[in-house]
């Protein structure tokens, strides 16, 4: 996953972990506008959290932090 992909996803899951608490789970859809403009960085989350992890639709936001400071 590209580092601006990684700092996203950290950013966005730290702001919903902050607005709903600790339980608020996330799909990687939320890391995108409603009008996808860059349909390849979709594809690459996309393939990060389904075909490589094979992670249900929505996970726990702390998870996925973990998970993509660890660099799996």
């Given at each position: 996953m590209r580092e601006s992909l990684r700092?996203?996803?950290?950013?966005?899951?730290?702001k919903k972990i902050i607005q709903k608490g600790e339980n608020v789970g996330v799909s990687f859809?939320?890391?995108?506008a409603n009008?996808?403009?860059?349909?390849?960085?979709?594809?690459?989350?996309?393939?990060?959290?389904?075909?490589?992890?094979?992670?249900?639709?929505?996970?726990?936001a702390n998870k996925i932090i973990e998970m993509v400071k660890s660099g799996k």
């Open positions: 700092c996203k996803v950290i950013d966005v899951c730290t859809y939320a890391f995108f009008k996808n403009s860059d349909p390849e960085l979709l594809m690459e989350a996309a393939t990060w959290w389904i075909q490589k992890h094979q992670l249900d639709h929505f996970e726990k």
